[in-house]
């Protein structure tokens, strides 16, 4: 017969004491929560409170030199780009052409197209769009971003658009597609024509949420190239990416973008994520006027994304900073006009003009003006009559179409006859 172990009368009276220290441990150390439970506001203001990494602190940040031998950031990732928003100009880059998985990244593309289709009027804010079963999220399973609209409910499309931009909602970004496409494959064909618009030449989508597909990949410059299109040609809607929380059906969801918590210069855009793509983020920031736009692509991990960002904007502006060779709209030089009613014409910039250069050097930039030769009557406004050229330490860093800033109308046959005659005797 076995005997149950009886306590030794020593420990009895400590038993009381033992409990009670195991309970306080336990309560100090709570279990991990489910991986799909529901989602709470703000869960990328929970990861910024963390201690930042080494690469987060600007005097420990490894570098590199690329091959114009400019020392740039060394980071952790498989591909990122710096690039400045108003010149498209790349201040720096790593493997920025590769293509790769995007993940959530995609839905730029689709939020892209709702809003394009919101401006050109061929859809409403206020649509109805419903969640099929092809688009419906099954409850967050599998890891699936969910907005968490029901079966067969409708939703407006500015709520959905929300979904997709703020809560990263695959449902929503499904549900749209076949709203605008007429179905996920029909929205996918859109996609590709809009990227190939853009340029985005490494870029292919297969679907509208970014799950893998074997050949749904792009590149870090196409993000930023798409990025800069949301800014520029969706303005009204850009200030959605900004939002840092959704409630939709009782479920309040954080914005991802953990930099919208930490940095009030940044106002954007998407982050993504699965296995397969790793840790992505797209971002906008602001400084002085100065935008700059970062893309990263496959860091380890949340905090990595972020910290990284970061890196790249503080060292975006610490080393370049914006110039402006030439106001729009000012007389830079006057070209002659032959059998013109007047004989010149003022010359100048029709749009303005923006470079970015090393910081320290904006006051070296230097513009040269070269006028087309043999310029007749009648002259446009705004007709193209030359370029302005603009270099400092000898290094030429751009150029602008210069201008005809009025109208020239061409001469009679009178004045004509005698300008002909005025120039011979010229020579």
């Avoid at 441990?25 to 080494?54: I, Q």
């Avoid at 009030?264 to 790793?278: F, I, M």
Wanted: aromatic residues 6%; hydrophobic residues 40%.
């Amino acid at each position: 017969m076995t005997r149950t172990p009886r306590t030794a009368p020593l420990f009895r009276p400590l038993l009381p004491t033992l409990l009670a220290t195991a309970l306080l441990a336990a309560s100090l150390h709570p279990a991990e929560a489910a991986t799909h439970a529901k989602p709470k506001a703000k869960p990328a203001k929970a990861a910024t409170t963390r201690k930042a990494s080494k690469q987060s602190t600007p005097a420990e940040q490894a570098m590199t030199t690329d091959a114009n031998g400019q020392s740039i950031p060394l980071l952790e990732n498989k591909a990122w780009v710096l690039m400045d928003y108003a010149t498209g100009q790349l201040l720096a880059s790593s493997n920025p052409d590769e293509p790769l998985p995007p993940a959530s990244l995609t839905k730029m593309m689709t939020s892209y197209l709702v809003e394009q289709g919101l401006k050109s009027g061929k859809v409403k804010p206020d649509d109805k769009v419903t969640m099929s079963e092809s688009a419906w999220c099954k409850g967050g399973k599998d890891g699936d971003s969910c907005m968490f609209v029901p079966l067969n409910a409708q939703a407006s499309l500015m709520d959905m658009l929300r979904g997709v931009v703020i809560a990263s909602g695959n449902d929503a970004s499904k549900a749209l597609a076949e709203h605008l496409g007429g179905s996920q494959a029909g929205f996918v064909t859109l996609m590709n024509a809009e990227a190939a618009k853009l340029g985005m030449t490494k870029t292919h989508f297969e679907n509208a949420d970014g799950l893998p597909g074997a050949n749904h990949k792009a590149s870090a410059r196409d993000m930023a190239v798409l990025a800069a299109a949301i800014i520029r040609n969706s303005a009204e809607y850009y200030p959605i990416y900004a939002e840092r929380e959704f409630t939709y059906n009782n479920i309040k969801q954080g914005n991802r973008n953990a930099l919208l918590y930490t940095d009030p210069t940044v106002d954007g855009l998407k982050t993504g994520h699965t296995e397969e793509a790793g840790y992505c983020l797209v971002a906008s920031s602001t400084r002085n006027g100065m935008r700059l736009i970062s893309v990263i692509m496959n860091a380890n991990s949340k905090q990595a994304r972020a910290d990284q960002t970061r890196v790249l904007f503080n060292w975006g502006y610490a080393n370049y900073e914006q110039a402006t060779p030439a106001q729009a709209g000012a007389t830079l030089t006057n070209a002659k006009v032959l059998y013109g009613v007047v004989p010149e014409v003022a010359a100048g910039l029709a749009k303005p003009w923006t470079l970015v250069v090393p910081k320290g050097q904006a006051a070296a930039v230097k513009t040269e003006i070269t006028l087309n030769p043999g310029l007749e009557g009648p002259v446009a406004k705004g007709a193209v009559i030359g370029k302005a050229v603009a270099s400092a330490n000898g290094k030429v860093l751009g150029e602008a179409p210069v201008v005809a800033l009025a109208d020239v109308e061409r001469a009679g046959f009178f004045l004509r006859i005698k300008q002909r005659v005025a120039g011979w005797f010229s020579k």
